[in-house]
T-cell receptor, first 115, second 117 residues
Framework: AQKVTQAQTEISVVEKEDVTLDCVYE???????LFWYKQPPSGELVFLIR??????QNEISGRYSWNFQKSTSSFNFTITASQVVDSAVYFC????????????FGKGTSLLVTP | DTAVSQTPKYLVTQMGNDKSIKCEQN?????MYWYKQDSKKFLKIMFS???????INETVPNRFSPKSPDKAHLNLHINSLELGDSAVYFC????????????????FGPGTRLTVL
């Protein structure tokens, strides 16, 4: 069975602070996919990044960066110099072929960035 | 140029009624999904269709019936609505590759907020 744990339920930071959202996953499949999605107050689910299990390269996209470590089964997400517009719920998710590639979501981390 | 669209966006109805939510994707994907997001924001898979065939059917009551008339559409019909069905329902689509050995990103529709009174 697959499981995704986002231990941080809520995080509150002041604008311009850096913040890291943690994600730990469990799976016995050797091929799997990891995702981060953002859900702003308007409610839509916005895709941020996808990582394949065979690609451990970390990624940076503007103020966003992701650290994928298979040794610790973690896929953490860092926002540098946070902005008020980053306020949202962030979901980490895992998919595997045996589950028809359905996304298995963590419970989400609610990030509040205040001015 | 909406990639994944859902109608309606909001649905308010009485207990016991039957309702449908429609989903369409214009991305040319072969796999579509329905997810339910409850009041605590927890997202859970309900159904998945690949090339109009049911792939995933999680422990969802029989009152929920998905229908896929073609690869671009996956509709959700709900019979005898109950209070506990109130939630946000998201449709998503993705493309499998390599004969199903690989998959691409799932893109989501805007969601349908269902309120059962």
């Amino acid at each position: 069975a697959q499981k995704v744990t986002q231990a941080q339920t809520e995080i509150s930071v002041v604008e311009k602070e850096d913040v890291t959202l943690d994600c730990v996953y469990e799976t016995r499949d050797t091929t799997y996919y990891l995702f981060w999605y953002k859900q702003p107050p308007s409610g839509e689910l916005v895709f941020l990044i996808r990582r394949n299990s065979f690609d451990e390269q970390n990624e940076i996209s503007g103020r966003y960066s992701w650290n994928f470590q298979k040794s610790t089964s973690s896929f953490n997400f860092t926002i540098t110099a946070s902005q008020v517009v980053d306020s949202a719920v962030y979901f980490c998710a895992l998919s595997v072929r045996n589950s028809g590639y359905a996304l298995n979501f963590g419970k989400g981390t609610s990030l509040l960035v205040t001015p | 140029d909406t990639a994944v669209s859902q109608t309606p966006k909001y649905l308010v109805t009485q207990m016991g009624n039957d309702k449908s939510i429609k989903c369409e994707q214009n991305l040319g994907h072969d796999t579509m999904y329905w997810y339910k997001q409850d009041s605590k924001k927890f997202l859970k898979i309900m159904f998945s269709y690949n090339n109009k065939e049911l792939i995933i059917n999680e422990t969802v009551p029989n009152r929920f019936s998905p229908k896929s008339p073609d690869k671009a559409h996956l509709n959700l019909h709900i019979n005898s609505l109950e209070l506990g069905d109130s939630a946000v329902y998201f449709c998503a689509s993705s493309q499998e590759r390599g004969g199903g050995a690989l998959t691409d990103t799932q893109y989501f529709g805007p969601g349908t907020r269902l309120t059962v009174l």
